[in-house]
């Protein structure tokens, strides 16, 4: 029993030392030159949705959630974030390539298209993120439409 009462001190002490170490935040007030909304056209409907179900992961701007105060959360917190901007930054979309560019637009068609994204452990904590079919639909249309148009200016 007094192992076990160590072990829960020794515990407890630990979690609250981590609480002092903080992860820097995502948090950017500015719409850049190169956003997404300033490249290409991007209907405010669409725009909403992405700003609902993915500007969190994917810009330079994150709403962070409470448990995000609470390490080791806040530090899965940020890796996801870091990951999710490598992947794709809405935010400097237009400082891609424009190859890039046609390829992000489809992966972000495919991505919804097949359910991977909004990502499952992100929608389950932000209900507001599940996106409908309806709104499945409208991002998919956008991104195939947009990815032509872009296509044809090659």
């Known amino acids: 029993m007094r192992i076990l009462k160590k072990i829960l001190v020794g515990a407890f002490v630990v979690f609250i030392l981590i609480q002092f170490i903080r992860p820097a935040r995502n948090i950017s007030s500015q719409l850049l030159p190169s956003d997404i909304s300033n490249v290409v056209p991007l209907p405010d409907s669409v725009k909403s949705l992405l700003y609902t179900a993915c500007y969190d992961c994917h810009s330079n701007n994150t709403h962070y959630p409470w448990y995000a105060n609470l390490q080791p959360m806040g530090w899965l917190l940020a890796d996801h974030i870091k990951d999710g901007k490598a992947e794709l930054n809405f935010d400097e979309f ?38 409908l079919a309806e709104n499945n639909a409208s991002i998919i249309d956008w991104a195939v439409r947009t990815r032509d148009s872009l296509d044809i200016k090659k």
């Open 94 to 131: 237009g400082s891609y390539s424009k190859r890039r560019q046609l390829s992000k637009l489809k992966a972000i068609a495919g991505s919804v298209k097949d359910g991977s994204m909004p990502i499952a452990s992100y929608t389950w904590m932000h209900r507001d993120a599940k996106l």
